[in-house]
């Protein structure tokens, strides 16, 4: 099972750390984790996307929680949440395949932000889903490089 | 105006701290300038590791936090067994280091060790001071998350600097625990199945842990089971919650525990679990671990329940507050149908009681009988760590909380020791019997030095065996006698090493000094040292393999060893 935390730590130097090493030392295995300022200075946020069973999920919800900088942790996976990633990706491109990619970006609505005689950069954003849907349609072209975020996500409605 | 080091300095003694157990080096001394203008007592260990495990003494004989000092670098990294011990066993600890200048730190400078990250895993939580005006919060944060919910150790790094520069100081803000979110009470609603589990049970057995002690509740657990009459089992670190010369005592459970209390553990169809962890020591293999039993788990710190075993209902809870709400219930004595498990156990406990009688080479267990016998429960029990440990929780009955004292979870060599002079300096007046093997013994015996100048009350009395018996009992019965590097050659002669301290010793070579040499020890005003040499072929049992059952306990009962698995119940 992929599960998504939300925690809300308190803007400390080392809690990223702490909050790694807690993951290495119980042996929890980390998809991706995005820190990021918030609303608030004193506090920051963090998208924790985690891979286990029922009971090492449960397990990371509560030993996150013990630690002396976590607030809050939300484990936001079945509730209704806006999610994004960002991904920057150098595609091949020569004079025959330009017009293609840039036709398959605007589909996606991906951008294109920068051109190289023989590449092009592509900026995607987007859930998951369509991040690999735009990596699998750039393949055949050649991808050159590519660096991604991790995830950040966010509650619906409400509040 | 105040500085850093007096401000530490006062905040100890305002939290009414009596005793700082410590090492100097450079980057804290100007930290000792003002300790010793100061009412602080200050404690010289012999080595900063000495000095962990005597505040860790300190804490588990008096319940209130531990306090170690040392400097940065080697002396903070000195200090990690001590604290990691701490971590482990859940105790209060504060330990205070001194880090490098602040404008010098990642530079490698020298004595310069990262010691918030390397103590990371092994403490609740840590701070490296970064300005000034942050010291009261951090010194009351890391109190308030050493002392409440479940304890642990908590180390604050503080840069030289720190020490020296003056500021008004005052709370910047609040303690950062307050803005933790709480979860919602689900006690009202879990507890009336609770309690009609427990009644219902025919054959309910307690597990009492180490929470118990922690929470104060062995008043609370005595009256439980006065009511009930259900009988109660202790890990380790549960050792004196209850009673053990009590008549529903049956003792150590798990690999070392005693026959009848696993053969309980086995066999019962409810299981209330106070203050525990279900450590692999305590469940051998989790899967069968009480697989009869519906498990009731009670503690304070929610990520253990369900960490280790499935169990069918946990509460969150201070182990005292839910003793207390049950014995707010009426009628308990109504349950008479557990009469038959009560009998079934005391046939158990005839059954397959412990060797008492010894005969050949000194035995290990007689010395620690011999000592129980004549020095009662009314001492502070030490154990350092190996087969002398599992013999003293095997054969020496502790009627009272923190009167047992080893380490549990961490399994430290050396603890034993300074954890002795710690508990001396705790609860002064009072004896501490020390039971050290002598390879326990040789890792911290610089701090005789410190039991001597303070004239401490500690019996140190070495198991001697001339081997590192607890790797030599695995070697023996796992490794086919494969002996490797457990042996240790006769040396030091460990009665001249207690003449070199000025220490009164004696050595006992046969049973018919026994009784004499602990009568010798005992009347010693102040501390004194027995070095018993007991015979090295002796194991400890029961024995249940790791990962093992019940079913499969190696042991001895009536005069004859079994050492394929427990066969007849």
Same mark, same amino acid.
């Given at each position: 099972m992929r599960h998504t935390f939300a925690v809300l730590v308190e803007n400390n130097p080392g809690v990223l750390s702490k909050v790694a090493g807690l993951f290495s030392r119980r042996g929890f295995n980390i998809e991706s984790l995005v820190v990021s300022e918030t609303e608030d200075p004193s506090a920051s946020r963090m998208t924790i996307v985690v891979e286990g069973d029922?009971?090492?999920?449960? &397990?990371?919800?509560? #030993?996150?929680?013990?630690?002396?900088?976590?607030?809050?942790?939300?484990?936001?996976?079945?509730?209704?949440?806006?999610?994004?990633?960002?991904?920057?990706?150098?595609?091949?491109?020569? &004079?025959?395949?330009? #017009?293609e990619i840039l036709q398959i970006t605007e589909i996606f609505r991906c951008r294109v932000v920068d051109i190289g005689r023989k590449s092009l950069i592509v900026e995607a954003t987007g859930d998951e889903a369509k991040i690999q849907a735009v990596i699998r349609s750039l393949k055949p072209f050649g991808i050159l490089e590519m660096a991604r975020t991790g995830q950040v996500a966010m509650l619906r409605g409400a509040k | 105006?105040?500085?850093?080091?007096?401000?530490?300095?006062?905040?100890?003694?305002?939290?009414?701290?009596?005793?700082?157990?410590?090492?100097?080096?450079?980057?804290?001394?100007?930290?000792?300038?003002?300790?010793?203008?100061?009412?602080?007592?200050?404690?010289?260990?012999?080595?900063?590791?000495?000095?962990?495990?005597?505040?860790?003494?300190?804490?588990?004989?008096?319940?209130?936090?531990?306090?170690?000092?040392?400097?940065?670098?080697?002396?903070?990294?000195?200090?990690?067994?001590?604290?990691?011990?701490?971590?482990?066993?859940?105790?209060?600890?504060?330990?205070?280091?001194?880090?490098?200048?602040?404008?010098?730190?990642?530079?490698?400078?020298?004595?310069?060790?990262?010691?918030?990250?390397?103590?990371?895993?092994?403490?609740?939580?840590?701070?490296?001071?970064?300005n000034l005006e942050q010291l009261p919060s951090v010194l009351d944060e890391a109190w308030q998350v050493a002392t409440t919910g479940r304890p642990g150790p908590v180390l604050i790094d503080v840069p030289k600097n720190f020490f020296l520069e003056e500021q008004e100081m005052r709370l910047t803000h609040q303690p950062l625990l307050t803005r933790k979110t709480k979860k919602p009470d689900q006690t009202e609603e879990m507890l009336p199945l609770i309690i009609a589990k427990i009644r219902k049970a025919r054959q309910p057995l307690i597990l009492a842990g180490g929470g118990l002690i922690a929470a104060d509740a062995c008043r609370q657990l005595a009256e439980l089971v006065a009511l009930t009459g259900i009988?109660?089992?202790?890990?380790?670190?549960?050792?004196?919650?209850?009673?053990?010369?009590?008549?529903?005592?049956?003792?150590?459970?798990?690999?070392?525990?005693?026959?009848?209390?696993?053969?309980?553990?086995?066999?019962?169809?409810?299981?209330?679990?106070?203050?525990?962890?279900?450590?692999?020591?305590?469940?051998?293999?989790?899967?069968?671990f009480a697989n009869q039993a519906c498990i009731i788990h009670v503690d304070i710190d929610g990520a253990e329940l369900r960490k280790n075993v499935d169990v069918q209902y946990t509460l969150q809870m201070d182990a005292a507050a839910f003793l207390d709400r049950l014995l707010r219930e009426k009628d308990w004595r109504k349950n008479r149908g557990i009469t038959t498990w009560q009998k079934r156990i005391r046939q158990w406990r005839q059954d397959y009681d412990l060797p008492r009688r010894f005969t050949g080479p000194l035995k290990p267990q007689e010395v620690i009988q011999e000592a129980a016998r004549q020095a009662g429960s009314e001492v502070i029990v030490v154990a350092d760590v190996g087969q002398h440990q599992m013999f003293t929780a095997q054969y020496y009955p502790v009627s009272r909380g923190r009167c047992f004292l080893t380490s549990g979870g961490l399994g430290?060599?050396?603890?034993?020791?300074?954890?002795?002079?710690?508990?001396?300096?705790?609860?002064?007046?009072?004896?501490?019997?020390?039971?050290?093997?002598?390879?326990?013994?040789?890792?911290?015996?610089?701090?005789?030095?410190v039991i001597r100048e303070f004239n401490l009350p500690v019996k140190v009395l070495i198991i001697n065996n001339g081997k590192l018996g607890m790797i030599r009992q695995w070697q023996d019965v796992i490794f086919e006698r494969h002996f490797v590097a457990s042996d240790l050659p006769d040396c030091p002669d460990f009665v001249k090493l207690a003449a070199a301290y000025d220490l009164p010793a004696r050595r006992v070579t046969v049973r018919e000094e026994l009784a004499d040499a602990v009568a010798f020890a005992l009347a010693v005003e102040g501390p004194a040292l027995v070095d018993f040499r007991v015979d090295p072929e002796e194991l400890v049992l029961p024995f249940i393999l790791p990962g093992g059952t019940p079913a499969e306990m190696l042991g001895r009962w009536r005069g004859e060893t079994h050492l394929r698995g427990f066969s007849g119940k």
């Open positions: 029922a009971r090492v999920l449960e &397990q990371v919800g509560k #030993q996150l929680n013990k630690q002396v900088d976590v607030i809050k942790v939300n484990d936001i996976t079945n509730e209704e949440t806006v999610s994004r990633q960002l991904s920057l990706i150098r595609v091949a491109a020569d &004079q025959n395949t330009r #017009q | 105006m105040k500085n850093g080091a007096q401000y530490i300095i006062d905040f100890l003694l305002k939290k009414n701290v009596e005793v700082v157990f410590g090492y100097p080096g450079g980057q804290i001394l100007n930290f000792y300038e003002f300790l010793g203008r100061s009412a602080l007592r200050h404690i010289l260990a012999r080595h900063e590791q000495g000095a962990a495990h005597a505040a860790c003494g300190y804490a588990r004989a008096t319940g209130r936090p531990g306090v170690c000092v040392a400097t940065s670098g080697p002396g903070a990294t000195n200090l990690v067994t001590g604290i990691a011990d701490a971590c482990l066993d859940s105790i209060p600890l504060l330990a205070i280091t001194g880090q490098v200048h602040l404008r010098d730190i990642g530079k490698d400078s020298f004595q310069e060790a990262d010691i918030t990250g390397i103590v990371t895993p092994v403490t609740k939580h840590s701070y490296l001071l970064e009988p109660v089992v202790n890990t380790l670190m549960g050792k004196g919650a209850y009673p053990e010369e009590q008549p529903q005592a049956l003792g150590l459970v798990g690999m070392h525990g005693l026959a009848p209390a696993n053969l309980a553990l086995n066999d019962c169809d409810l299981l209330l679990c106070l203050g525990t962890r279900f450590s692999d020591r305590v469940t051998g293999n989790r899967r069968n430290a060599m050396g603890f034993g020791l300074p954890a002795a002079m710690g508990a001396a300096f705790g609860r002064p007046g009072e004896t501490v019997l020390l039971f050290v093997g002598d390879g326990g013994f040789q890792m911290t015996s610089q701090e005789l030095a």
